[in-house]
């Protein structure tokens, strides 16, 4: 069922422009000779794990048109994480203007199971909690960042054409998210800015790759 959601309809690698695979292995010094496209996700954009002819790993996200916005904007982060050492190494960026693509170091790992396990359940905790001491406040220039995920509640519930509408009411919890989207103590956090989802973890055998 998760699958059927989240990335059933990724982009194969066979739907990579040659050009783009091309200019990927020219800038990694070294060809692509396979691929293995990876499930989850929230858009239809690539994502895979590829081999190099020197025997190197990587892994690849490409996306083009709209979705390709969503991609430069990652670029951006990734720069700003990786030299923290806590995240994936960006390796190379390729942006033709119409097809984005991002190369990270592989992490050899795997998605977490649906529903979750305890033990990965507490290793993503773990790797969260982490991550949020760290990284706060967020290394991130405000003006790469998009606006968090949560905020869009607060201004969902203000829009006057939406005002009774049954779907919306009735929903204490969504009062919640709006409450927590306008604390000023969770400024500049990393948590407020997106959702963890489980295609975002990949576990190792002690720990947890976000």
Sequence with gaps: MYEEMTGSHRIAWSGLPASVAAALG??????IVSADS????????????????????????????????????????????????????????????????????????????????????????????????????????????ARPRLGGWRELSARPELSGRPELSGRPELSGWRELSGWRELSGRPEPDGRPEPDEAAGRDRSAVL
């Design 38 to 145: 990876q499930p989850g996700g929230f858009s239809d954009g690539l994502a895979a794990r590829v081999r190099l002819a020197d025997g190197r790993r990587a892994f690849v996200k490409a996306a083009s048109s709209g979705v390709a916005a969503f991609h430069r904007r990652e670029a951006r982060v990734a720069e700003v994480l990786t030299p923290t050492g806590l995240v994936p190494r960006l390796l190379h960026v390729h942006d033709d203007g119409t097809w984005v693509a991002l190369v990270f170091e592989e992490v050899a790992g795997h998605l977490p199971a649906q529903p979750w396990r305890r033990p990965e359940l507490e290793r993503v905790l773990s790797s969260l909690t982490t991550l949020t001491e760290a990284l706060t406040p967020s290394p991130v220039p405000a003006e790469i960042l």
């Design 26 to 31: 020219r800038a990694l010094g070294s060809g």
